[in-house]
């Protein structure tokens, strides 16, 4: 490319910037070093999300309660850790499109997938099978296997996997509604991302949550890689439960706590069977300890433990940025971003890698190498570059709405413009 329409370009990406209205978002972040000492091109918000300037003052206030109040900080006015996970109600619903007492901040996301399988995956009869995605990210392929092999079932034979066809890289929703309904009265369970993790591809939540209960199955997801990401509306489109861990967009901290989502419908019935703990005990008995577990009603009476103060202080910090932008204006960004990234990606010559993630997808696009992608993967990261790279062949690349910007795209497809030409 000639230096005149790469000064061109750079000065497009930075006139993209100067008009949108997020761009002052990416100041409230640390931004990692590259290389060169100056600010790297992160791309790995969809693995690990960058941390708000906030969050230290957020954990520093209260490690200071703790220090000040001891134990009495659970009743403290102002600190309040007694009921502390009720603070993010309605931040949690309204990034999922939940009711408030839908979405509960606890545990880590294969914890509450666990959990939710305990109330939510209960074989009997014929109906004992559950279907995955092919290639579902492993923690949730050891958890349905193990939740299966707990029930006395062999996973190979109760565990369905639906998969692309063969030479394409993402899943039709047909293939999945005619899956669904060629095991329909085997079917126990459905379990999908909301966003591949691979691909990139967002699934089509409420048309998969219909036909499933079609069938008379439960519908779960498992929302890592959507929350934070893509506009959703659990209660509306019916989805029995959810979980997401709150590290990857949320940008609450590696190990971050997670969250877990129960359609109304069953947070209410406290017959449903599931593992109790203390915590999700009724509030105004879960100190006097009675000795019947009396479930809180709402996704909250599935808590176990009382509640990891620190990480969801760090949490709290990120979700007050989500609040203030909101996921409309960021999911917005979030097109134009990702728009603009595979019209310059469109534009390399050289046949050094295809873009796999379909057109249903949020900020994330997957790259899959033609030849050499760990090598090309160790270059990017060499230039300053900090994507993930998944064998065989994928590297992902995710430029987030709040904290990247134009040019941070620009400088990323630079950069791999110029790898292509020298043919590597
Ligand atoms: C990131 C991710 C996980 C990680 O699980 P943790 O319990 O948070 O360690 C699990 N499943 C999917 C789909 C993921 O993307």
Not at 149 to 178: K, M, N, Q, W
Not at 319 to 330: I, K, V, W, Y
Not at 338 to 343: A, F, I, K, S, V
Not at 354 to 371: D, K, N, Y
Request: hydrophobic share 45%; charged share 20%.
């Amino acid at each position: 490319m000639s230096e005149e329409s790469r000064s061109g370009g750079l000065a497009r990406a930075r006139a993209l910037d100067a008009a949108d209205p997020l761009a002052r978002y990416r100041d409230q972040f640390h931004i990692p070093s590259g290389p060169d000492g100056g600010p790297c091109i992160y791309l790995c918000g969809n693995s690990l999300g960058l941390q708000p300037r906030a969050t230290a003052a957020r954990v520093q206030a209260e490690l200071a309660a703790w220090a000040r109040l001891g134990v009495e900080g659970h009743f403290a006015e102002g600190v309040g850790w007694f009921d502390y996970h009720e603070r993010f109600r309605d931040s949690t619903a309204a990034l999922v499109g939940a009711l408030p007492g839908e979405v509960v901040v606890m545990n880590a996301l294969t914890v509450n997938l666990h959990l939710l399988m305990v109330s939510f995956y209960r074989p009997s009869g014929r109906r004992r099978k559950v279907m995955i995605e092919r290639g579902a990210f492993p923690s949730d392929r050891y958890a349905v296997a193990s939740q299966a092999s707990f029930h006395g079932l062999e996973p190979s034979e109760v565990v369905i996997e639906v998969g692309p066809r063969a030479g394409e890289d993402v899943l039709r929703t047909e293939d999945i509604l005619a899956a669904i309904a060629a095991h329909g009265p085997e079917l126990a369970l459905v379990l999908f991302g909301g966003v591949n993790f691979y691909s990139g591809q967002v699934l089509e939540v409420g048309v998969i949550t219909a036909a499933g209960h079609a069938q008379g199955a439960v519908v779960g997801f498992d929302l890592a890689h959507a929350a934070g990401n893509v506009r959703l509306s659990l209660h509306d489109d019916g989805v029995d439960f959810a979980a997401f861990c709150t590290y990857k967009y949320l940008n609450a901290g590696p190990g971050g706590v997670g969250c877990a989502f129960v359609h109304t419908r069953h947070g209410s019935s406290p017959e449903l069977p599931r593992f109790a703990g203390w915590w999700g005990n009724a509030p105004a008995t879960r100190f006097g300890m009675p000795e019947a577990f009396v479930p809180q009603s709402g996704a909250a009476g599935w808590q176990l433990s009382n509640a990891p103060i620190l990480p969801m202080a760090a949490l709290s910090a990120s979700l007050d940025l989500f609040s203030e932008a909101g996921m409309e204006a960021l999911c917005a960004k979030s097109a134009k971003l990702t728009g603009y990234m595979q019209e310059l990606l469109d534009g390399i010559e050289g046949g050094l890698f295809e873009v796999i993630t379909p057109a249903s997808r949020g900020c994330q696009l997957s790259l899959r190498v033609v030849e050499g992608a760990a090598g090309l993967h160790q270059r990017l990261s060499a230039a300053g570059v900090v994507c993930d790279f998944r064998r065989p062949d994928v590297i992902r690349v995710a430029p987030v709405p709040l904290y990247n910007s134009f040019e941070d795209v620009w400088c990323f497809c630079d950069i791999i413009a110029g790898f292509a030409a020298e043919g590597v």
